[in-house]
T-cell receptor, first 111, second 113 residues
Framework: EDQVTQSPEALRLQEGESSSLNCSYT??????LFWYRQDPGKGPEFLFT???AGEEKEKERLKATLTKKESFLHITAPKPEDSATYLC????????????FGQGTTLQVKP | DTAVSQTPKYLVTQMGNDKSIKCEQN?????MYWYKQDSKKFLKIMFS???????INETVPNRFSPKSPDKAHLNLHINSLELGDSAVYFC????????????FGSGTRLTVV
């Protein structure tokens, strides 16, 4: 069964304290791995798609990496405005577009 | 311009009532989805339509019925609402051709009392 597990569930950082979020997955043929950011009371906002092991993508203070079993979202020198829930999802190959989500990591960055 | 818009944003209703949530996208995407997010923020797919055709129908009670009048609209009708239906419902759209990530709406918080 396709499954996504994210860790930790919650993470508190001081401003400027870099860290990483983990997304472990099992899927019957990976078509893509997606990262989203969700702010309270809003819908998830697309960040990155990764397609194959070894791929990396960056956006401002965020960098996503992918291996055959997991993905990391590295946050470098975070700011309070990076506080949000970060969601990881996988799409299996041959799929109908369905995304399977992890339970998310809630990040709080304190000034 | 809002890319994926849902109405209403909040919905409070009594058990046993019937209610609908509407969704519209102006991105030209060919696929639309309904997801349910529970109190632990876990997002789970309910339905998906591609060009008005139902392509995903997860294990969802028959009380939930999606309808897609055209590829820009996907509505969700819920009959005989139960307490356990309380959740946030998200509409999303994507392009199967480009394999792009979903664009989500802002959600509808349904509270059944």
């Amino acid at each position: 069964e396709d499954q996504v597990t994210q860790s930790p569930e919650a993470l508190r950082l001081q401003e400027g304290e870099s860290s990483s979020l983990n997304c472990s997955y099992t899927v019957s043929g990976l078509r893509g791995l997606f990262w989203y950011r969700q702010d309270p009371g809003k819908g998830p906002e697309f960040l990155f798609t990764l397609y194959s092991a070894g791929e990396e993508k960056e956006k401002e203070r965020l960098k996503a990496t992918l291996t055959k079993k997991e993905s990391f979202l590295h946050i470098t020198a975070p700011k309070p405005e990076d506080s949000a829930t970060y969601l990881c999802a996988v799409q299996a190959s041959g799929n109908t577009g369905k995304l399977i989500f992890g339970q998310g990591t809630t990040l709080q960055v304190k000034p | 311009d809002t890319a994926v818009s849902q109405t209403p944003k909040y919905l409070v209703t009594q058990m046993g009532n019937d209610k609908s949530i509407k969704c519209e996208q102006n991105l030209g995407h060919d696929t639309m989805y309904w997801y349910k997010q529970d109190s632990k923020k876990f997002l789970k797919i309910m339905f998906s339509y591609n060009n008005k055709e139902l392509i995903i129908n997860e294990t969802v009670p028959n009380r939930f019925s999606p309808k897609s009048p055209d590829k820009a609209h996907l509505n969700l009708h819920i009959n005989s609402l139960e307490l356990g239906d309380s959740a946030v419902y998200f509409c999303a759209s994507s392009s199967r051709q480009t394999g792009s990530g979903y664009t989500f709406g802002s959600g509808t918080r349904l509270t059944v009392v």
